[in-house]
C-alpha cells in the first residue's frame, strides 16, 4: 500500500482543514487507517484512527470532539476533519496503515505517507 497525504496549510485559530490520504493497492479496504502528527522537536503523536472493518473510530484526548477520522474505501481515501484548530495543532500529519485495530502505537504501522504540514496560527 502506498499512501499519500495532502489538504495541510495555514489556518487561524479556531478554523478548519480537511486532510486526505490516498492509497494505492487494492487491499486498502482490508488496513486499518490512522493519522499521526509531529511538531518540531517533539515526537510522533497519535491522532486518530479508523478500522478497515465496521468503521470504529479511535482517539487521542487532544483532539476528541475537534477532529474527526473517516474512510471512503470505494475512493481508496481516508480523510480527518479538523475543527475548532488550535496553535498546539500545529504539526506534519501523517496517514499510516496498520493491520492492527485501533493500534495507537506508531509501530503497529506498516505503511506511511510523506506526510502534510498544517500551521495554525493564533
Known amino acids: 500500500v502506498q499512501l499519500q497525504a495532502s489538504g495541510g496549510g495555514l489556518v487561524q485559530a479556531g478554523g478548519s482543514l480537511r486532510l486526505s490520504c490516498a492509497a494505492s493497492?487494492?487491499?486498502?479496504?482490508?488496513?486499518?487507517m490512522g493519522w499521526f502528527r509531529q511538531a518540531p522537536g517533539k515526537e510522533r503523536d497519535f491522532v486518530a484512527a479508523?478500522?478497515?472493518?465496521?468503521?470504529?473510530?479511535y482517539y487521542a484526548d487532544s483532539v476528541k470532539g475537534r477532529f474527526t477520522i473517516s474512510r471512503d474505501n470505494a475512493k481508496n481515501t481516508m480523510y480527518l476533519q479538523m475543527n475548532s484548530l488550535k496553535p498546539e495543532d500545529t504539526a506534519v500529519y501523517y496517514c499510516?496503515?496498520?493491520?492492527?485495530?485501533?493500534?495507537?502505537?506508531?509501530?503497529?504501522?506498516?505503511?506511511w505517507g510523506q506526510g502534510t504540514l498544517v500551521t495554525v496560527s493564533s
Open positions: 499510516a496503515a496498520s493491520r492492527f485495530r485501533g493500534a495507537t502505537r506508531d509501530d503497529r504501522y506498516d505503511y
Open positions: 479508523i478500522s478497515w472493518i465496521g468503521g470504529r473510530t
Open positions: 493497492g487494492r487491499t486498502f479496504s482490508s488496513y486499518n
